[in-house]
């Protein structure tokens, strides 16, 4: 049975109206919190026409909502400070009233060699594990310098401020590896899992490969079988579409179905076929999914590229039917 249904907007915008498209996700996550859902999502795009600052944006949805859960899918620390980010999802939190998800990922930014110059043109950076352990120690308030106290009329403390307490326990692990799920699980964070995985031996069944990362993401948590864990698949319900959305939406699935049959790149990623039918149809391809199976809580990605419309269309059908039909009921 789901038991927390969210949903992931992309957030694209024109260039020559940028805030028109931020509007657009503002008023998505709007209407999300009206049809009940859980929880509402953002992730990064940098240098790209989409949502660069997704806590900034989730700052402006704190105040447009009241019980939505809201949250990063996920913000790749190779872009950011640790103890930066600690002070602006505190405040994020604190405006929210506890309602802020933070997820996070390592690794180099992309194209790192062309952004290098403007990102870190004076220091050599660590994109790895060590990022996020800076992060969660700042969000639980550990002492971040040696001094605190009293100087002129100024008083310093020696951890981030403001703190909000049990933001570090709403802190997720974007990880596509067995790897990162274990030590995402270790470390007693939650795990975000979407709809790319890391092949990493001879299975390229994207179902089993992601099954046993969130197994192994449980074998390693101190909570086990009851460590959270977030599934975000591409899925588009056809209810209420109209018989030119629902043919969009079937040449969006068709064209990247081809990178769905084998792993891709040096990597070795696997991508997930997007889901897109009715929500009767999507619901029984759920149940043989082996991964799906094994977890209650779910941020549906939204496809690419399409219309404020056809938004509002796909969250309709996903609250009204698709959630139903997966035994999850709305919020008041």
Do not use: C
């Amino acid at each position: 049975m789901l038991r927390k249904l969210g949903f992931l907007p992309i957030g694209l915008f024109d260039e020559a109206d940028p805030r028109r498209g931020h509007e657009s996700t503002l008023e998505i996550i709007e209407l999300g919190e009206r049809l009940g859902f859980d929880s509402a999502w953002l992730r990064h795009r940098h240098l790209q026409y989409g949502i660069s600052s997704p806590v900034a944006v989730l700052a402006a949805a704190t105040q447009r909502t009241s019980r939505i859960e809201l949250g990063t899918a996920v913000t790749p620390l190779g872009w950011e400070n640790p103890l930066r980010l600690a002070e602006d999802l505190a405040t994020v939190d604190l405006l929210s009233g506890g309602r802020l998800n933070p997820g996070v990922s390592v690794g180099p930014p992309m194209h790192y060699e062309q952004v290098k110059g403007a990102l870190y043109p004076d220091t050599d950076e660590d994109f790895g594990y060590g990022r996020v352990e800076r992060l969660l120690a700042a969000v639980r308030g550990e002492p971040v310098t040696a001094f605190r106290g009293t100087v002129g009329f100024e008083e310093f403390s020696d951890r981030v401020q403001p703190h909000s307490p049990g933001l570090a326990s709403r802190l997720w692990y974007g990880g596509g590896s067995l790897r990162s799920a274990r030590w995402a699980g270790e470390r007693g964070m939650n795990f975000l899992t979407s709809s790319v995985v890391k092949a990493e031996g001879d299975d390229t069944d994207f179902a089993r490969i992601q099954l046993a990362q969130v197994r192994a993401f449980r074998e390693a948590h101190p909570d086990g079988a009851k460590a959270r864990v977030s599934q975000g698949l591409v899925v588009i319900p056809t209810d209420s579409a109209s018989a030119a959305q629902k043919e969009k939406y079937q040449a969006y699935a068709r064209k990247r179905l081809p990178r769905t049959g084998s792993p891709q790149g040096p990597a070795r990623m696997m991508f997930a076929p997007d889901l897109v039918g009715s929500s009767r149809e999507i619901a029984e391809r759920l149940s043989e999914h082996a991964a799906y199976r094994e977890i209650d809580e779910v941020a549906f990605a939204l496809p690419f590229t399409f219309e404020h419309d056809d938004y509002v269309q796909i969250l309709t059908d996903m609250a009204g039917s698709l959630g139903p039909a997966l035994g999850w009921r709305p919020s008041d």
